[in-house]
């Protein structure tokens, strides 16, 4: 069993940046996918960026060129740096842990308790 830890979030203006990051227990990060979600208040909760055991990244038109995913297996940590953040933005961050590739929520055995992020205008 995973646990997972999502920390990092907070209040910035537009055009800031915000590092999240994601602290993983109970089993060997390595050996998963790692995911970020978000879902913004009244809205269903979406793909933000997937890194895979090899370090091969996937991200969501939205974000792209903005958010960059990374991973330190040794730490058991997983990172989300957002930069050049908008108030479309704002939302609860997930930290997510699956077996396969996938931008599927429902392809994630493991979630955070999320973290909020809100960007103001």
Same mark, same amino acid.
């Given at each position: 069993?995973?646990?997972?830890? #999502?920390?990092?979030?907070? $209040?910035?203006?537009?055009? *800031?940046? $915000?590092?999240?990051?994601? &602290? ?5 990060? @390595?050996?998963? %996918? ?11 909760? #979406?793909?933000? &960026? %997937?890194? @895979? ?9 939205? =974000?792209? *060129? ?11 940590? %997983?990172?989300?740096?957002?930069? @050049? $953040? ?7 961050? /997930?930290? &997510?842990?699956?077996?396969? $590739?996938?931008?599927?929520? /429902? ?9 909020? =992020?809100? %960007?103001? @205008?």
């Amino acid at each position: 069993q995973v646990q997972l830890v #999502e920390s990092g979030g907070g $209040l910035v203006q537009a055009g *800031g940046s $915000l590092r999240l990051s994601c &602290a993983a227990s109970g089993g060997t990060l @390595s050996s998963y %996918v790692m995911g970020w979600f978000r879902q913004a208040p009244g809205k269903e909760r #979406e793909f933000v &960026a %997937v890194i @895979s055991r090899s370090e091969s990244m996937i991200y969501s038109d939205s =974000v792209k *060129g903005r958010f960059t995913i990374s991973r330190d297996n040794a730490k058991n940590m %997983v990172y989300l740096q957002m930069n @050049s $953040l908008k108030p479309e933005d704002t939302a609860v961050y /997930y930290c &997510a842990a699956a077996r396969g $590739l996938t931008r599927q929520h /429902y392809g994630y055995d493991y979630w955070g308790q999320g973290t909020r =992020v809100t %960007v103001s @205008s």
